[in-house]
């Protein structure tokens, strides 16, 4: 089972990114599949989740009406388009896979994790 996270850099505020994360070892289609973030000396937090149809996302009050999460099952691949990037965005983003339909939250309902792929926003 691989996830590998890719599309992070440096980037103004106000700019935008867009992260992909391309699913290998697993029913991709099967999974719901979440983002998360964690910021140096934070706890790790939930960005957003989106259904394994892709026809539902969810996402924290923090990033809400700026990102967007989009699946592809086709290329195993899901994204985080990531608008209006401001300083406090400014972490290392993972994707994950959770086999329950819950949509959960929690980090530890996911089962399968990237290695995370850092975005840095300069003010």
């Known amino acids: 089972v691989q996830l590998v996270e890719s599309g992070g850099g440096l980037v103004q505020t106000g700019g935008s990114l867009r992260l992909s994360c391309a699913a290998s070892?697993?029913?991709?289609?099967?999974?719901?599949m979440g983002w998360f973030r964690q910021a140096p000396g934070k706890e790790r937090e939930f960005v957003g989740t989106?259904?394994?149809?892709?026809?539902?996302?969810y996402y924290a009050a923090s990033v809400k009406g700026r990102f967007n999460i989009s699946r592809d099952s086709a290329k195993n691949t899901v994204y985080l388009e990531m608008n209006s990037l401001k300083p406090e965005d400014t972490a290392a983003y993972y994707c994950?896979?959770?086999?329950?339909?819950?949509?959960?939250?929690?980090?530890?309902?996911?089962?399968?994790w990237g290695q995370g792929t850092q975005v840095s926003v300069s003010s």
């Open positions: 070892g697993f029913s991709f289609s099967t999974y719901v």
């Open positions: 994950a896979a959770e086999a329950s339909p819950m949509l959960s939250r929690r980090s530890s309902e996911y089962e399968y």
């Open positions: 989106i259904t394994r149809s892709g026809g539902s996302s």
